[in-house]
C-alpha cells in the first residue's frame, strides 16, 4: 500500500499536449476515481500512473519512489482492464495464479493467495472452469481476484464495469466497495459513469480536456461545484442553470429570473454588486412539490407548468415550465402524478443554490 502523487505531469503526442500539467495527490489507502467525458484524457492518467504511457513532463511518484523510468513490472501496481483479459484456454485457478507463476513463487504460496483471492470474492466454486463458463460478472471478479493475489501498492481500474448490465454493474459496485474495505489498499479507478463514481469514491477527481475540474468528495462536488461543467456532469439529472440577475432593494438582496424574483440568503453571492448577471444553479432534488414544500418559505415558492412526468418507483421526475420561459427538471420524493398542462404549486431550496459567473462559468464565493 502506498500514496501516489503526480506533480506537473504533462503528456505530449508529437505537438499535441492532451494533459495539462494535472497535479494530484492519491492518499495511501485511498478510493480515488477518475471521471469526466470520452477523451478528457482519464484514462491516459490511469496508463501514465501504470506505465503503460510514457510521460512527457513532470513526476509521478509511487510511495516514496519516482516511477518515471521504472517498467510497469517494477511498480507493484496491478491494473484491471475493462475486457477482462483473461487467457481462455486456462481455468480460473491459473487465470489468478499465472502472475504468481511468472515471478517463480513457489506452489504453496501460489495456492494460498489465489485460495484466499478466491474466498473473498466468492469464486471458490468456479476455481475449475474455463473464462468461457462464466457470466461477465464472474469473469471480471477472476480479473480483480488475478490482481489482488499479487498484493500490490496500488489497484488500478479501467472501466471495468462497462461491458456489463446495469443491474450487474450495481452488483459489481458493491463488490468493489466490499473488495476495498476488506483489503484497504490504494485504488484509483477510471470510469465515465458519474453515478459510479458518486457511489465508489472517497474523492472524485473531475477532468475535462486533460484539465482536473474539482477535487473533492462526492458530497461536496455534487453541493458546491466548482463551475458549470461540474455541476452538469455530476448528478443525474444534472444541475439546473438559469440566468439571472443579483439585486439589493432596501438592504435586501434577491434574484431576478424572467419576471420573477427570490431571495438570496445569506453567504450566497456575498461579492456581488446590484445589477450584476449571474446564473443560477438548483439541483432537480432541491425543487419540491406538494407537502415537501410546506416547510420552505412562502417567498420561495412560485407556480409552474408540467411539460412532462415520469415515475420511477419511490420518486418522480418532472418537467417543469416556470413564468412561460425556465424549464427546469424536478426530482420529487413519491409518485407525482400530474398532467401536461397542469400548474402546480412548486417551491425552491434556495438555500442550495449555486451561483456563477456567466462569462467564466465558475462558482462565486
Not at 511498480?75 to 502472475?99: D, K
Not at 501498492?153 to 468493489?176: G, I, K, Y
Amino acid at each position: 500500500m502506498a500514496n501516489v502523487d503526480l506533480k506537473g505531469v504533462v503528456k505530449r503526442y508529437g505537438n499535441v499536449e492532451v494533459i495539462h500539467g494535472i497535479d494530484l495527490s492519491v492518499r495511501e489507502n485511498e478510493f480515488i476515481v477518475l471521471v469526466g467525458p470520452s477523451g478528457c484524457g482519464k484514462s491516459t492518467v490511469l496508463r501514465m500512473v501504470a506505465g503503460l504511457e510514457a510521460i512527457s513532463g513532470g513526476e509521478i511518484s509511487i510511495g516514496d519512489r519516482v516511477v518515471n523510468q521504472v517498467s510497469p513490472k517494477d511498480r507493484n501496481v496491478a491494473m484491471v482492464f475493462q475486457n477482462y483479459a483473461l487467457y481462455p484456454h486456462m481455468t480460473v485457478r491459473e487465470n489468478m495464479g499465472f502472475s504468481l507463476k511468472m515471478r517463480r513463487k513457489s506452489r504453496e504460496e501460489m495456492d494460498s493467495r489465489v485460495q484466499e483471492a478466491a474466498r473473498v470474492l466468492e469464486l471458490e466454486p468456479y476455481l475449475e472452469r474455463k473464462p468461457s463458463e462464466l457470466s461477465g460478472g464472474q469473469r471480471q471478479r477472476v480479473a480483480m481476484g488475478r490482481a489482488m493475489v499479487r498484493k500490490p501498492d496500488v489497484f488500478l481500474f479501467d472501466e471495468p464495469l462497462s461491458n456489463l448490465d446495469a443491474q450487474l454493474r450495481t452488483q459489481m459496485r458493491m463488490e468493489l466497495r466490499k473488495m476495498h474495505m476488506r483489503l484497504k489498499t490504494t485504488t484509483i479507478y477510471v470510469t465515465h459513469d458519474q453515478i459510479e463514481a458518486m457511489t465508489l469514491a472517497d474523492r472524485i477527481v473531475i477532468l475535462k480536456d486533460g484539465h482536473i475540474q474539482q477535487v473533492g468528495s462526492p458530497i461536496e462536488v455534487f453541493e458546491k461545484p466548482n463551475n458549470v461543467f461540474v455541476a452538469r456532469f455530476i448528478g443525474n439529472p444534472p444541475m439546473n442553470i438559469l440566468e439571472g440577475v443579483f439585486g439589493v432593494e432596501d438592504g435586501k438582496r434577491f434574484v431576478t429570473v424572467g419576471p420573477s424574483r427570490f431571495p438570496v440568503p445569506d453567504g450566497k453571492g456575498d461579492s456581488l454588486v446590484d445589477g450584476a448577471p449571474m446564473l443560477v444553479g438548483l439541483r432537480p432534488d432541491a425543487i419540491k412539490m406538494g407537502e415537501n414544500i410546506e416547510r420552505l418559505p412562502k417567498d420561495w415558492w412560485c407556480k409552474g407548468e408540467v411539460v412532462v412526468s415520469e415515475i420511477l418507483g419511490g420518486h418522480s421526475l418532472l418537467e417543469i415550465v416556470v413564468d412561460g420561459q425556465n424549464e427546469l427538471i424536478a426530482e420529487v420524493e413519491g409518485r407525482v402524478v400530474a398532467h401536461p398542462g397542469e400548474i402546480v404549486p412548486i417551491g425552491f431550496e434556495f438555500d442550495r443554490m449555486v451561483l456563477f459567473d456567466p462569462e467564466t462559468t465558475n462558482a462565486l464565493s
